[in-house]
Structures are given as C-alpha cells and as structure tokens.
C-alpha cells in the first residue's frame, strides 16, 4: 500500500520560511517522479514543484522561481520542498504526489499517488 504523508507545514508571516516533507512507502521511491502541488478552495490543484527520480531535473512554476527549492532523498524515501520568502499568495493546502512519467511541463493527471496534504498559511 503506498502512502505519502506530508509534514512541516503551518503558518507563517509574509517574508517566512517553512520546509515541508513527503514521506514516502509501499513504492520503490526512485523508480518515481515527485511533485508538489497545491490547492486553494474553489481552485484548480496546481504545481508548484516537481523533480525528476534521479533528482537531476526539476520544474518550478513561475510564481516559486527562486523563492522554493524542492528536493530528493531517495535512501530516506523522503521529498522536500524548501519555501523562503512567502507571500499571502502562497496560502493553500500542498500535496505531495508520485508519478512514472516525466515531462519539462508536468501534468497532474501524470501522478498517481498523492498525500493526503499539509496547509500552508502565510499572513500578510
């Protein structure tokens, strides 16, 4: 039975910093592509950040770029998302989600697996 359980998030003024993480289990955690999403009521899931198995190519949507790192640790089964200066904007429920198919433009509909999420909040 896969699972992927996020953590780490909570809220947070605006210029903060949080780092969430996606535990993952049941899969071979490397044979996976992994991606951040989130999600606001009313809204479409979005990506926000996604990162090849092997780790060597990641994707950021426009608003992230250079504020959010995500990364990889395939020995813990374990993906971070690194959020520094965040912004009222950035409020949403994340999600962690697991695929096999890899594009320079993620779908959500290429991720199969996904957590249950973590909310973020950011005041202004």
């Known amino acids: 039975q896969v699972q992927l359980v996020e953590s780490g998030g909570g809220s947070v003024q605006s210029g903060g910093s949080l780092r969430l993480s996606c535990a993952a289990s049941?899969?071979?955690?490397?044979?996976?592509?992994m991606g951040w999403f989130r999600q606001v009521p009313g809204k479409e899931r979005e990506v926000v950040s996604c990162?090849?198995?092997?780790?060597?190519?990641?994707y950021y949507t426009d608003s992230v770029k250079g504020r959010f790192t995500i990364s990889r640790d395939n020995a813990k089964k374990t993906l971070y998302l690194q959020m520094t200066s965040l912004k009222p904007e950035d409020t949403a429920m994340y999600y962690c989600a697991a695929g096999v198919t890899w594009r320079s433009l993620p779908l959500k509909d290429d991720f199969i697996y996904w957590g249950q999420g973590t909310q973020v909040t950011v005041s202004s």
């Open positions: 990162i090849k198995w092997s780790g060597d190519s990641t």
């Open positions: 049941g899969l071979t955690f490397d044979d996976y592509a």
